[in-house]
């Protein structure tokens, strides 16, 4: 029912069924790993109303560490998930594969994708872990708002005025406005063609 | 042999073999697709020294547009590619499916995924359009390295001595050296870790 392949890698069909609605992938190497697909292959699909809730798991001395990737359905039966920005050590116990865990079971030593078959509404509460999502046009604009923001505040930490300046004949000296002028006419071409840059 | 999957769509092995060494899958409505997944079903390996060349094309009033975005091999079975960035009508005369397709032959009116079996070494030499590779730690870098120096440039071309002023009494100004200090310590961060910027 389900596939999920880690880019670079052959595909995986070798999912186990952990419980009625529950299953996983083992992925090894997990450290080496940028983006992973999961989806539905097609010879069944998800009953009405249900949806795939993808979770990833690090293994680590305390215990599994689930996080909420996000979801496949029906109408949206792939995705693609960057787990190369998942923080390790999260042990969420609200996780539902937490629950599933059984007390004094094995440790897992190898990282997992779990796929929990929910409600559709139930996995629309669910907020997907930071840094999971494919790169897309919000991530440069977010990237650089804040790069900005803290040059800004550093660079304006040393902005003096003529009053305040002692001789220093090398110096080059920039209006601090200069940055706002800049800025609005970065986001007016990121507007028009977000890939300006590259050229 | 190939699965093909356009990130939020239903996997697709749809593919036509074209010739003896070229296979296409059709990629409907184009324009609304960001990342699409190639990969190995795991049925049959490529030959020894050979690969897959990946290539995408546009439909146009001119011919069908052929574009490089990377490749398979058996020793890296997948691959993801993000055609959202893919500029249209760029037509390369050069491109093995432009040389595949007959003349007179039905234009296309949907895109097509092309996969051409070749010697890997032919492969190496075949360059991936520009904005197809999934975002990594050197895309953010190349962003940032890029951006910084436009901005420098700017600031620079506003850069004056204390010699060259004029009295401005409000204005805040920064040594122009506050830029190279600020953007060391990015740098610096970025390799510790490169989602620094997100917290």
Request: proline share 6%; charged share 15%.
């Amino acid at each position: 029912m389900f596939g999920c392949l880690v880019a670079g890698r052959l595909v995986q069909t070798d999912m186990q069924q952990v419980d009625l609605t529950h299953f996983v992938f083992n992925i090894e190497n997990a450290d080496a790993v940028n983006h992973i697909v999961v989806f539905l292959t097609g010879t069944m699909p998800f009953p009405e109303g249900m949806g795939g809730a993808i979770h990833f798991s690090w293994p680590s001395p305390e215990g599994v560490a689930w996080q909420f990737l996000g979801y496949i359905t029906n109408e949206k039966p792939s995705a693609i998930f960057k787990i190369s920005g998942l923080k390790k050590g999260n042990i969420s116990a609200n996780n539902p594969f937490m629950q599933a865990t059984q007390p004094g079971q094995q440790m897992n030593t190898v990282s997992q994708i779990g796929i929990a078959v929910e409600p559709t509404a139930q996995i629309a509460q669910q907020i997907p872990a930071k840094n999971t999502q494919t790169s897309n046009v919000s991530n440069f604009t977010e990237f650089t708002t804040k790069m900005l923001e803290n040059f800004y505040n550093f660079a304006s930490s040393f902005g003096i005025t003529q009053a305040q300046m002692t001789p220093q004949p090398d110096v080059s000296w920039v209006p601090l406005t200069v940055l706002d002028k800049w800025y609005e006419t970065f986001k007016r071409k990121m507007s028009q063609d977000v890939n300006f840059w590259k050229s």
